[in-house]
């Protein structure tokens, strides 16, 4: 069966969901988008997915719709709610990265002094409150060492080093599961550090640990799991039969 | 004005700002008319002042009354937004001091170019907040508390960017620490509704009310900018759950349609995504940018619209 980088990476990504019961599912990027619609329609029935607006849908939306395109809604939600849903825990987030280091740091705010920066980035957004309220997961469409950088210039999401020197109510909802690349899956040791999981098809550990800025154990990598034929049919045919996904992902 | 963001500004009441007479031949029972001109409302708005701004990004913005802001002599103003180009234009225009903030963005487009602008150059201060604490901020505000508990910071540069910050052990027996969000009190707010009476009762008929009711309770005074005012009676044609703002927290209610323009202003009109483009890129140089303000904000609000419709039908900005 033939399959692309990309398609490999949704796969990779809506395994993050498993397991995650019913829950918000906060997903913000192509692959983490198309991820979560995979799940709920494969291994995740009880995932909670939103139109991007203020409805929750009772069958994923396709991309870019919201609930006036369209659909069955199933709740209402508000921005005003979804910082109550968050801070209940019944959420689960895959945000991007523009930094991150080996501990899940996470930058989206800006490169550079904070007080003057280089560049203006988006701003820390959400990631302080997702980080200590509930499992936060990384996607990363260009692995590269300008992204896993051996210290991030503004910690917006909160890395495992610093929950744990924080400790208490920093601590106690705070967990980083994996970050998704488009090289490879990364999880945290005992030690709350980044390793290599597992490498997609096709990539190596050593190119993998070259695109990384900081030392990345590669000891107990194995091959990332190639997507059945069932997916691939929902991923090409229902979920996104534009193929946004080969946008992020280029084959 | 003083200094009054982050400083814990006691709760003076909303008081309203108009007095006027009953309507003539409708009684001593009808409520109080706060109907006022864009100018009207912007001549209250003065230099150094704390002015929350509602919606979300580029939806709902009380885009007429940030015009006719552009167009006073106001400088020096505390912005507090969870913003979208009110706050890329008010900054282009150099009326602002300090920004606090959840986020400034056009939703379509990421980040607003004149506040990337603005903080590139380091030309304004600003408060980068987490979103829920910038909504924790804005409760405590509403509720006249000097803070509230969070979470959302904890162990985060928030904390190293807001050297302010305090955190709070909580006094009960877990002895948890959580960071004390100080209100995010405010001079004025403005919001943007799609309809309302002349008394100041907002109605929202899009999908989400934002944080509008919160600003408007978390400032000294509120202006309402409205699609229509609608006699009182005809609120009731929309679900009573679309009655969003209440009017003992509104002075002042001015009738702007399109009055969001270019954000979205759900059911009367999306965001006018060709327009936001041609602002976004306008904004890449000062010549370009001129020319966008020679035509688009030199003249009142009928001129704004005007040229956008301008605008809507060729493509093209007027000569």
Redesign the interface.
């Known amino acids: 069966m033939e399959f692309t980088r990309a398609e490999v990476c949704v796969v990779a990504a809506s395994d993050s969901w498993r397991n995650a019961g019913e829950v918000l599912a906060h997903a913000v990027g192509t692959v983490p988008a198309l991820s979560a619609r995979l799940a709920r329609l494969t291994h995740s029935p009880d995932l909670v997915l939103s139109d991007g607006e203020a409805f929750f849908m009772s069958e994923p939306a396709p991309l870019g719709k919201t609930a006036a395109d369209g659909g069955v809604v199933e709740a209402w939600a508000p921005f005003s709610s979804i910082f109550d849903i968050l801070q209940s825990g019944r959420r689960r987030s895959m945000m991007g990265a523009s930094q991150l280091d080996r501990y899940g740091n996470q930058n989206i705010s800006c490169i550079g002094d904070w007080r003057q920066p280089k560049r203006q980035l988006i701003g820390v957004r959400g990631a302080p409150g997702n980080t200590v309220n509930h499992r936060t997961n990384y996607w990363v469409s260009r692995h590269s060492s300008r992204v896993f950088v051996e210290k991030v210039d503004v910690v917006s999401g909160v890395g495992n080093d610093r929950a744990r020197a924080n400790g208490g109510a920093a601590l106690r909802f705070h967990d980083l599961g994996v970050v998704i690349t488009d090289l490879a899956v990364l999880d945290y040791g005992p030690d709350g550090r980044l390793r290599i999981r597992s490498v997609h098809p096709g990539v190596t550990v050593e190119e993998v640990q070259r695109s990384t800025g900081f030392d990345l154990d590669g000891t107990d990598a194995v091959e990332t799991r190639t997507p059945t034929s069932e997916e691939l049919r929902l991923i090409r045919e229902v979920i996104d039969p534009k193929s946004l996904r080969s946008r992020e992902v280029p084959a | 004005m003083p200094e009054r963001f982050f400083a814990i500004k006691p709760f003076v009441g909303n008081a309203s700002v108009s007095g006027a007479d009953p309507v003539p031949g409708r009684g001593v029972t009808s409520l109080s008319d706060k109907t006022m001109s864009v100018e009207e409302f912007a001549s209250t708005i003065e230099s150094g002042m704390t002015v929350g701004i509602g919606g979300?990004g580029s939806r709902r913005k009380p885009m007429a009354l940030v015009r006719a802001l552009l167009r006073t002599d106001v400088t020096d103003l505390t912005v507090v937004s969870l913003g979208g180009p009110d706050v890329g234009l008010l900054c282009a225009a150099g009326k602002v001091r300090k920004v606090a903030?959840?986020?400034?963005?056009l939703d379509s487009i990421?980040?607003d170019p004149h506040?990337?602008a603005a903080?590139?150059?380091?030309s304004v201060e600003i408060a980068?907040?987490?979103?829920?604490?910038f909504?924790a901020g804005l409760k405590a505000a509403a509720q006249r508390l000097s803070f509230l508990p969070?979470?959302?910071?904890?162990?985060?540069?928030?904390l190293?960017?807001n050297p302010g910050l305090r955190t709070v052990t909580s006094p009960y027996d877990d002895g948890?620490?959580?960071v004390a969000m100080p209100a995010l009190r405010m001079d004025v707010a403005l919001i943007h509704l799609n309809r309302a009476d002349a008394a100041g009762n907002g109605q929202y008929l899009g999908?989400?009310?934002?944080?509008d009711d919160l600003y408007s309770m978390a400032a000294d005074r509120c202006y309402l900018s409205c699609e229509e005012i609608v006699p009182t009676e005809r609120l009731r044609e929309a679900p009573f759950q679309s009655l969003l703002i209440r009017r003992m927290y509104v002075d002042g209610v001015i009738e702007t349609p399109h009055g969001a323009h270019f954000t979205s202003c759900?059911p009367d009109y999306d965001r006018d995504e060709a327009f936001q483009r041609e602002y976004a890129a306008a904004a890449k140089d000062p010549e370009s940018w001129s020319r966008f303000e020679e035509a688009y904000l030199r003249g009142d609000e009928s001129g704004y619209q005007a040229a956008v419709a301008d605008f809507a039908s060729t493509g093209t900005r007027s000569a």
């Open positions: 979300w903030y959840g986020f400034v963005s990421p980040l506040f990337r903080r590139e150059s380091g980068e907040y987490d979103e829920g604490m909504v969070t979470r959302a910071g904890l162990a985060s540069d928030v190293t960017m948890e620490e959580y999908p989400d009310p934002y944080f759900v």
